[in-house]
Every structure is written in C-alpha cells, then in structure tokens.
C-alpha cells in the first residue's frame, strides 16, 4: 500500500470505517465505536501490509514506516494538544497490534511510550501527581526493556519484589512517588548493565516499538497460535498508535474488559472486571486478581452506567457479544477495544439463540454463526463422587475437568502424550502458555480474571478453566506446589468444577447431560430454512 499517505486516522471526525483487511480489525473496530460516538481516544495506524513488507525485506520498508510514523504523531500532537518531549504537556502513547483477525494476546503491545525524563517533569507540572508520572516511567521501562530489549522480565519483577520488601508492602500499587522513582533508576540501571539501546528519544522509542509489535507476529506463540485456530493465510499485523489514557492516575482511574454477556455460560448479564490504578495489560495479563463491576457501580456509578450503556450499542451495532477494553481516566471512561467475544460451544449455542429470538439477526445467520461448533458434542457437565472442595477461584471458562497436574506447557505435552487428561496448574494465565492450553483438560490458576487474554483464549478452546485461586501457592523455583495446604506433585488427579469455582483433590465423575431444549430450537431453525430454501427453488 504505497500511497501519499501510509496511516490511517481513528477518532479523527471523519466516520470513517476502514477494512480489517487493511487496518486489522481492532483498528477498524476503534474506528466504527468513534463513528458512534463513543469515547475513544485519538489513534493512527499502520496499515497490515507494512508488516508483511517488512517480512519481505523489502529495503525501503523502515523509511517508509518511519514517514509514517513522523506523520501520525503530528496528527495525535495536534488532536490532543500534547507534544512528545514536551516539559509542560507530554504525549504519551501505546503501541499495539492488530491483525485482520483477532489473536488476544498473541502478539506484543508497549504503553508509555514516550515517557523520558523531560516527560516524567512534564506529567508532574501538568498533574501535579509525581506518583503517576513515576509509575509511568517505570511501566515504560518494564515494558520496553522486555519487549523491545528482549530482557527477561523476571529482572524487573525481581527488582520490584526488592522494593516491595524494603518497604513493607504486599504490591506496587502501595508504592509512593519515591519508591517508584528509585524503582525507576533500578529499571535504568538493569538495562544499561545488559548494554541494550534504551532510546531516550520518542521517535526513536515509537520506531523500536513497532518493530517489535511486527517482530511479534513471528513469535512461538502467535505462531502456535494461528496453527491452532486455522489462520495461517493471514498476512501480518497492523499497528495501531493511540494516545494513553490513564488507569493509574489517581483514586477515580482504573483498567478494565467488559463482555456484553457472559462468554462462558452464555447468559445475559455483562461480565466486567476492573482494575483501579491500574494500566491495561495489568488485567489482560492476568497477573493480579481484580474486582468485579458492582466496584465501579458503588465508586463510580455513572461511568459505571456509561459502560453498560456502551456495551449494549455496541452488541446492536455489531449484531454480536462483545468484549471491550476501558479505562477510566479520573472519572472520564475511554473506550480502547471491542471484538466480538470469544466464547464456550455452549454460550455460542445460547448467544445465537437470544440474538434470533430478540431479532437482532435471522435463523439463518445463527445456523451459519454455529457452522464451526460440533453441536453434537455441546454437553452440560457435572462433577460427581469428588469429595468436598479444597479450594475455590473464579470459573472463567464453563465445564468441568478432570486430570493429572501439570505445572508448565511442556510437561503437560508430553503427560498428555500419555494417554491421560491433564490439568495445567500455573501462577497465572499467560498466553505463553497456549500450547499447553491446546492439550489441556482444564486450567488452574492462582492469579487472575474471567478476562484475561489467556482465559479468553481458553474459553475459546472450550477448556474448563478457573483462575484466581488464592489458596494456590506456586514457587516455581523450588519446583513446590500447595493447595490449600496440600503438597500437589506432577501427575497427581484433580478435579476442577468452573461453574462452581471449585478444585478437589483426586479424580471425580463427569456426569455429561445435552442441553435438549436448545438443541431443539437448532433443529427447527434447520426445517425452516430448508422449507424456505426448498421454496425459492420451485
């Protein structure tokens, strides 16, 4: 795509509404919520085929991006009024990916971009909170030293865990403007002792990051993942350059996903879950348990009405359940992502069902919404003959599993090569962890949300999987592992009940039951359309 212009505006005034083809489809999603006029922040992107340029070697791939990106950021400087460097109004902006179709956290994302030192002085004059702007600059180092760098992130987390222990303190969001800062100098210091480039200039620091973000597509995982879901003909990623909003600016800010329904039973009623001081890939990641939507309502309850009344027009206008990013910046809620919503056989067996029934798309169209679920394989599963629960988490995906623990990908392989059901049992839910999801009977973890990118990708998978299980200890270190009090080793039986949230020790009965009535309804969409296909052609 060489034109006289390489990006694309979102959130410009035009409405716009690019191809996913083209911008991805979270681009081209972004796009079509700013035609709605819903609150989204500013952005420009890069289209997907400069990515599969760049794939190609071709040798003026880099000028061109770099253009591209010169182009952008004087776009954003002019819609939000900041200027990258600047001492007094500093633009910060995230650096994501976006392929034409969705791969929740396969591939890389950076925030704070941006975020210098004369940055750091320029937050703290426009707030007045050297806290946030701290908080901001060290986020920026973990994440560029990591994905840009290709540092460990264990070096950084091992430098917080430092200070969180010099100072007394459970977590980082405990930590005050000083801490942060020396946490900061720590992160500076770590990085140049790997002699890698930290870039203390934006452009630079923007150009590095979108090289990383196409680096990513080529990652094990993202790889992994595209075999998996059958997406190998897609041809690289877009990536979309947004001004930050901030979750971590203060008592009234917060991260948070939202799906219209429930993904993994297929009710009707919104899942949200949200972190407040907190940045988007602290809940996506899955490293920190979060609190549900009635925080938002007893805190904040008119964004927490804003939100639900987002979600619902945005289920109309797609004609679909969706899942959508947020922040809440100081009261103010932003809108960063929507798709339509990664979801069990059996909600997607429901969800077609509500959306016919409320008219929102034909009989026909939920036959073909349903083409790739195995209907016939949809069961309602209890656990039975299990003994009492040990231990209790948040069910993030619907089922019932029983199998042998397994405490990384790898092992989990080669223990389901053998013949028996395995259940992965891992501190949190990353999405490095995907292989080992695809041989999985079931997933356990002791941090995390129903809406982290991993348990998506497991719901998606149809895995049983509960996370945020409090009374999981892992010290991988040590290779030691305790539930409850009781020392698990590699191979012994579980038995996870998501719906219930529960974990019992040894090997249960599944009791499997069809869900006849819905079944039926299916039944009877498939006579009407053949009548009335059997109709057109006489």
């Known amino acids: 795509m060489k034109s006289q212009t390489e990006i694309v505006r ?14 991805g489809a979270k681009a081209a999603n972004l796009a079509q919520m700013a035609a709605l006029g819903l609150p989204v922040p500013p952005a420009f992107v890069l289209p997907i085929e400069l990515c599969a340029a760049s794939a190609r070697g071709e040798p003026d791939t880099k000028q061109r991006i770099a253009k591209a990106l010169s182009e952008g950021i004087a776009f954003l400087e002019k819609a939000t009024g900041r200027a ?29 971009v941006g975020c210098t030192p004369t940055a750091v002085r320029g937050l703290i004059r426009m707030t007045g909170n050297p806290r946030f702007a ?19 992130g264990a070096v950084f987390d091992a430098e917080c865990r430092k200070s969180l222990a010099a100072e007394g303190l459970a977590g980082e969001q405990a930590l005050d403007s000083e801490a942060l800062e020396r946490l900061a100098t720590r992160y500076e210091q770590i990085i140049q002792d790997e002699d890698a480039p930290l870039a203390e200039d934006p452009a630079q620091q923007l150009l590095a990051a979108t090289a990383a973000v196409h680096r990513s597509w080529l990652s094990e995982r993202a790889c992994a993942y595209r075999k998996l879901e059958h997406l190998e003909d897609l041809q690289g990623t877009a990536v979309t350059i947004q001004a930050m909003v901030f979750g971590n600016s203060g008592a009234e800010s917060g991260a948070g996903v939202a799906f219209s329904r429930d993904p993994s039973s297929g009710s009707a009623t919104p899942v949200i879950d949200v972190l ?5 890939e602290d809940i996506v990641s899955g490293s920190r348990n979060p609190e549900n939507g009635e925080a938002i ?18 289920e109309q206008d797609f004609g679909d359940v969706q899942d959508v ?16 919503a990664k979801r069990t056989p059996l909600a997607a067996l429901r969800f077609a069902i509500a959306l016919v029934k409320a008219g929102r798309i034909t009989a026909s169209e939920g036959l073909q919404r349903l083409a790739n679920v195995k209907l ?4 309602c599963k209890r656990l039975i003959d299990a003994g009492p629960a040990v231990a209790r ?3 993030a995906s619907a089922g019932v599993a029983i199998g042998r623990a397994t405490f990384d990908a790898d092992s989990a392989k080669r223990l389901a090569a053998g013949g028996d059901p395995v259940i992965l049992v891992r501190p949190d839910t990353s999405t490095r962890d995907v292989a080992g999801f695809a041989v999985s009977a079931g997933v356990l973890t002791a941090k995390g949300g129903r809406t982290a990118h991993a348990a998506l990708v497991a719901r998606q998978m149809g895995k049983p999987c509960i996370v945020g299980c409090t009374d999981l200890v892992i010290d991988t270190a040590a290779h030691d592992v305790r539930l409850a009090g009781h020392s698990i080793r590699q191979g012994d039986w579980l038995s996870l009940d998501s719906e219930a949230g529960t974990i019992h020790l040894g090997r249960g009965t599944i009791v499997s039951e069809a869900p006849q009535a819905e079944l039926e309804e299916i039944g009877r969409w498939r006579m009407q359309t053949s009548v009335c296909h059997g109709a057109a052609a006489e």
């Open 325 to 340: 990013e947020f922040t809440i910046e100081n009261g103010k809620l932003w809108l960063l992502q929507t798709r339509s």
């Open 376 to 379: 016939n394989d949809i069961a």
């Open 10 to 23: 979102i959130a410009d005034g035009s409405g716009e509404r690019p191809s996913p083809e083209i911008v």
């Open 134 to 152: 701290h908080d901001c600059r060290r986020r920026f180092l973990e994440s560029y030293g990591a994905v840009v760098l290709g540092l460990e």
């Open 276 to 280: 407040f001081g907190s940045q988007g």
């Open 84 to 112: 990258f460097d600047d001492p007094h109004r500093p633009l910060l902006v995230s650096v994501r990916s976006g392929a034409a179709r969705s791969m929740p956290g396969m591939l890389d994302t950076i925030l704070d």
């Open 297 to 314: 309502a007893r805190s904040m309850p008119a964004v927490a009405n804003q939100l639900l009344e987002a979600l619902a027009r945005l």
């Open 393 to 395: 988490g948040t069910g």
